[in-house]
């Protein structure tokens, strides 16, 4: 079935340093990709989304690229900052009812 | 951009006793909600889509007993965890399909602590 892979964290980088984070998936169809945000003790929110091969979506300085031919969707950054740590989640949707699969999160700690 | 809000955030309720939580879409109407369970630092666990009039469609492994699920508008569905025992404390975050969009958009979140 699908799938959506993420690196393991937690990364943890110093304030102004270049952020990625790698997500491939695993899909039949031809999904939509997504990138979420969690904040500490806060539910998910929406940071950037691609539906179609070589898409990029680009949101508050972070975007990533939907490459069908590595199945890939790596989120990235050229400078983070403290307010950056969270956790993100990468996401496929494509399957019926517009379920969605999501990775198992990296958790991000930007320090100053 | 969509709203969703979920009440309450946190509740504390003793073991046996049932509680119900909501989910609601502010500026939209919904015909899907998803109802996500997440424990602590770790993905969060599709329970079951919740489609406005009809029954809801429980993932394998979920007990629709015990998660009872309501939709009935397009910008409300609950989730009641019946006779709760501590094995149930999570965290339980819903989510909102808007139209024609694929994309979800999530509530804040709700803590449950069950003693």
């Known amino acids: 079935g699908d799938s959506v892979t993420q690196m393991e964290g937690p990364v943890t980088l110093s304030e102004e340093a270049f952020l990625t984070i790698n997500c491939t998936y695993t899909?039949?169809?031809?999904?939509?990709l997504f990138w979420y945000v969690q904040y500490p003790g806060e539910g998910l929110q929406l940071l950037l989304k691609?539906?179609?091969?070589?898409d990029k979506g680009s949101n508050k300085g972070f975007e990533a690229t939907y490459r069908k031919e590595t199945t890939s969707f790596h989120l990235e950054k050229g400078s983070v900052q403290v307010s950056d740590s969270a956790v993100y989640f990468c996401?496929?949707?494509?399957?019926?009812?517009?379920?969605?699969?999501f990775g198992k999160g990296t958790r991000l700690l930007v320090k100053p | 951009g969509a709203v969703v809000s979920q009440h309450p955030s946190w509740v504390i309720c003793k073991s046996g006793t049932s509680v119900k939580i909501e989910c609601r879409s502010l500026?939209?109407?919904?015909?899907?909600m998803f109802w996500y369970r997440q424990f602590p630092k770790q993905s969060l666990m599709l329970m079951a889509t919740?489609?406005?009039?009809?029954?809801?469609?429980?993932e394998q492994g979920v007990e629709k007993d015990k998660f009872l699920i309501n939709h009935a508008s397009l910008t409300l569905s609950t989730l009641t965890v019946t006779s709760a025992h501590p094995e149930d404390s999570s965290f339980y975050i819903c989510?909102?399909?808007?139209?024609?969009?694929?994309?979800?958009?999530f509530g804040p979140g709700t803590r449950l602590l069950v003693l």
């Open positions: 989510s909102a399909h808007q139209g024609e969009q694929e994309t979800q958009y």
């Open positions: 899909a039949t169809g031809y999904p939509s």
């Open positions: 691609a539906t179609k091969a070589d």
């Open positions: 996401a496929l949707s494509g399957g019926q009812g517009f379920s969605f699969i």
């Open positions: 500026d939209f109407q919904a015909t899907t």
């Open positions: 919740s489609n406005e009039g009809s029954k809801a469609t429980y």
